[in-house]
């Protein structure tokens, strides 16, 4: 079964219907393009003129929808016009059929067609200059041109120029969801920094009172609830300090909105006093020399947050924090008993090692935490039992954090 014809649109309805009340008032005004007496003009009188011009008047219905089709059939009402007397309206509307038909054909009929007409053209002003040899013979092309090749190459240029604007469009858009997948992912990355350095900051500070306030409550010593007092009203004020600091950032118009120095690791000997003061029992081998700033930051941000971390899980015995540097790159080890701990703890989230480990990745270095036996040789152990180790290798040249 044939496929229906598409519905036409509503410009093309409007179109065929003032071609045809236009060719219909030139009908009876009696006003044709050709005399009667033409030798051309096979069918003569007034009622043959309707014939074409109905014919292209249904063309016209099918310019936007069926444009190749609408086309094709008016070229067969213009070959039957032509041995009519004529009417300069079926003329005028298949020039509109062929500028249609470039402009809402397919790409291969907007290339064919202007080479068509264009080659029409052409030959029929050579051909009849070349057969009777007299200038007007040259109107007969200028009237094919007119007819044919004009309306071609507006509908081309036409084209051209809505497909640019289409493609301008696309690329527009294209941009704008580039733009706002890059927001999105900054807003993301900022979101995620943010998250780290609140908790690498505020976290110590609540561990150590959270511990120290257990311990308090938990012990009938005066002398033992007073020191742990003491411990948590430092921690409190310097967490809230921190705390104050980084609200200003985030907010406009309040609080210091200039973030703080970065810590750098001349500042590890305050980070081990502070670790100590919280009743650790830590050493420090470093041996780092000058690193750039953004190996400083993540070191010291991993050896405050695996501080952290053995003050609130680790059991009793000797933390150790070892920084190196080796063959371009800054080795970082921490080392803690690691076993059921008697006193209190503070809980955990997991927050720690995937910032920790974020930061590595950021910088292009590895990282590992676990128990000994996982991050370092097979059941290795210190003099105090198993071993709680935190590793990490950080790049500290540019080369070699771009690999």
């Known amino acids: 079964m044939a496929a229906p014809l598409p519905r036409p649109h509503r410009f093309d309805v409007a179109v065929a219907t003032g071609g045809l009340l236009g060719g219909l008032l030139l009908w009876v005004i009696g006003l044709g393009v050709r005399p009667a007496d033409e030798p051309i003009v096979l069918f003569d009188g007034r009622w043959p003129i309707l014939l074409p011009l109905l014919l292209m008047t249904g063309c016209e219905l099918l310019r936007r929808s069926a444009p190749r089709t609408a086309l094709l059939a008016g070229t067969a009402a213009l070959t039957l016009d032509t041995v009519t007397q004529g009417s300069v309206v079926t003329l005028i509307m298949f020039t509109d059929l062929v500028y249609a038909a470039v402009l809402y054909g397919t790409p291969a009929s907007a290339r064919r067609i202007p080479w068509i007409t264009g080659l029409l053209t052409v030959a029929a002003t050579v051909v009849p200059f070349a057969a009777w040899r007299v200038p007007e013979a040259l109107l007969i092309g200028v009237a094919v041109g007119v007819v044919s090749f004009a309306p071609a190459s507006t509908g081309l240029i036409v084209r051209n120029h809505r497909d640019a604007a289409v493609a301008a469009r696309l690329r527009a858009e294209q941009t704008a969801l580039l733009a706002e997948m890059d927001r999105t992912q900054a807003v993301t990355a900022e979101r995620a920094r943010m998250a780290r350095e609140l908790h690498d900051m505020v976290a110590?500070?609540?561990?150590?009172?959270?511990?120290?306030?257990?311990?308090?409550?938990?012990?009938?010593?005066?002398?033992?609830?007073?020191?742990?007092?003491?411990?948590?009203?430092?921690?409190?004020?310097?967490?809230?300090?921190?705390?104050?600091?980084l609200i200003g950032i985030?907010?406009?118009?309040?609080?210091?909105?200039?973030?703080?120095?970065?810590?750098?690791?001349?500042?590890?000997?305050?980070?081990?006093?502070?670790?100590?003061?919280?009743?650790?029992?830590?050493?420090?081998?470093?041996?780092?020399?000058?690193?750039?700033?953004?190996?400083?930051?993540?070191?010291?941000?991993?050896?405050?947050?695996?501080?952290?971390?053995?003050?609130?899980?680790?059991?009793?015995?000797?933390?150790?924090?070892?920084?190196?540097?080796?063959?371009?790159?800054?080795?970082?080890?921490?080392?803690?008993?690691?076993?059921?701990?008697?006193?209190?703890?503070?809980?955990?989230?997991?927050?720690?090692?995937v910032g920790m480990r974020e930061r590595a990745a950021l910088l292009g270095g590895t990282f590992a935490a676990g128990p000994e036996g996982e991050t370092g040789p097979k059941g290795a152990a210190g003099p105090e039992g198993p071993l709680w180790t935190v590793r990490a290798s950080l790049p500290v040249t540019e080369e070699d954090r771009a690999q």
């Open 204 to 245: 110590n500070h609540l561990s150590a009172i959270a511990i120290h306030s257990t311990a308090a409550l938990s012990l009938d010593d005066p002398d033992t609830s007073k020191g742990a007092l003491a411990v948590i009203r430092e921690n409190s004020v310097d967490g809230l300090a921190e705390m104050r600091r």
């Open 250 to 353: 985030l907010r406009d118009g309040s609080g210091d909105r200039e973030p703080a120095a970065a810590p750098t690791l001349d500042g590890l000997g305050d980070l081990i006093e502070g670790a100590r003061a919280n009743g650790l029992d830590v050493t420090l081998h470093a041996g780092h020399g000058k690193v750039p700033t953004p190996v400083e930051l993540a070191a010291y941000r991993i050896v405050q947050e695996s501080l952290t971390n053995a003050l609130k899980h680790a059991s009793p015995g000797p933390v150790t924090v070892t920084l190196a540097r080796r063959d371009g790159l800054l080795d970082i080890g921490v080392t803690s008993p690691y076993g059921h701990r008697d006193g209190p703890r503070a809980p955990g989230s997991g927050a720690g090692l």
